[in-house]
């Protein structure tokens, strides 16, 4: 999981995972806290959600509407991280 930890944005070469999802941003923080940026043209939409790791999935539920959504993710050779969410991959790159 420490791997997991840090700040990590979309992959602006990743074509598909942009026209599913956008650009996006998603920072795990070792206290189960997750913060979700999405980066839209008019504004930027953050979420503060909670999660938790079970196996190779992200387990992740936003308080304020409560839903927990069940995501896979695995680390590429290349250092990028693979979410996949309802079929679609996603590639995220470490910032921090």
């Known amino acids: 999981m420490s791997k997991l930890l840090g700040v990590w944005k ?35 939409m953050k979420f503060l959600l909670t999660y938790e790791i079970d196996g190779n999935f992200i387990i992740s539920d936003q308080p304020s509407a409560p839903a927990k959504i069940r995501t896979e993710y695995n680390f590429l050779p290349d250092g990028k991280l693979e979410l996949t969410i309802d079929g679609v991959k996603a590639k995220l790159i470490k910032q921090i």
């Open 10 to 44: 979309s992959d602006p070469e990743d074509v598909s995972g942009y026209n599913a999802f956008g650009v996006f941003q998603m920072e795990f923080k070792s206290n189960g806290e997750l913060i979700y940026v999405l980066y839209e043209k008019a504004k930027t």
